[in-house]
T-cell receptor, first 109, second 113 residues
Framework: GQQLNQSPQSMFIQEGEDVSMNCTSSSIFNTWLWYKQDPGEGPVLLIA?????ELTSNGRLTAQFGITRKDSFLNISASIPSDVGIYFC?????????FGTGTSLTVIP | DAGITQSPRYKITETGRQVTLMCHQTWSHSYMFWYRQDLGHGLRLIYY???????DKGEVPDGYVVSRSKTENFPLTLESATRSQTSVYFC????????????FGSGTRLTVV
């Protein structure tokens, strides 16, 4: 199947710090999605990207669709405790979305 | 209530038993999906459905059966549960082909003993 590699696998940061994570694919995608999963819940869509080079923000979150169309980046500015969770990237192949293995974020107050 | 709901929330079953996980959505979304989530593997697609009576295999379909007689329901059955099927199962739906992303249920945590 499709391989989406996310890095880092996990992050432990102090409240107030900025966070960067990325996702790379072995194939070109026309859409990139970023999800967040709170503990014990299903993933929730944060940001959708549809064009190479696109930069989209959602509050303190900013995501970019890589120029090569094989990668995407998510930044969180001024982290707060409720940012804790697992962040997934996802990209479509046909009718299916493939998900990365996730980046687990822990914010230390 | 509107949305996508999964039941049960938690289930413990014995090896060899048949188990059915339920998924219900109220939006009349065409597409529905079943994923399993395991440490180190992220979310892996088991089966999906493009419409009632149309289903297709995903990445890890072995040991699972699905049906979709009505648009709003998409049950997942483990015909003879094995310990390797211990996982968290998520159902998701989307109106079109998913360009706007999927909406996920809250998950079913299944333990096979």
């Amino acid at each position: 199947g499709q391989q989406l590699n996310q890095s880092p696998q996990s992050m432990f940061i102090q409240e107030g710090e900025d966070v960067s994570m990325n996702c790379t694919s072995s194939s070109i995608f026309n859409t990139w999605l970023w999800y967040k999963q709170d503990p014990g819940e299903g993933p929730v869509l944060l940001i959708a990207l549809y064009k190479a080079g696109e930069l989209t923000s959602n509050g303190r979150l900013t995501a970019q669709f890589g120029i090569t169309r094989k990668d995407s980046f998510l930044n969180i500015s001024a982290s707060i405790p409720s940012d804790v969770g697992i962040y997934f990237c996802a990209g479509p192949t046909g009718n299916q979305f493939y998900f990365g293995t996730g980046t687990s974020l822990t914010v230390i107050p | 209530d509107a949305g996508i709901t999964q039941s049960p929330r938690y289930k413990i079953t014995e090896t060899g038993r048949q188990v059915t996980l339920m998924c219900h959505q109220t939006w009349s979304h065409s597409y529905m999906f079943w994923y399993r989530q395991d440490l180190g593997h992220g979310l892996r697609l088991i089966y999906y459905s493009a419409a009632a009576d149309i289903t297709d295999k995903g990445e890890v379909p072995d040991g699972y059966v699905v049906s979709r007689s009505k648009t709003e329901n998409f049950p997942l059955t483990l015909e003879s549960a094995t310990r390797s099927q211990t996982s968290v199962y998520f159902c998701a739906s989307t109106r079109g082909t998913g360009g706007n992303g999927y909406t996920f249920g809250s998950g079913t945590r299944l333990t096979v003993v």
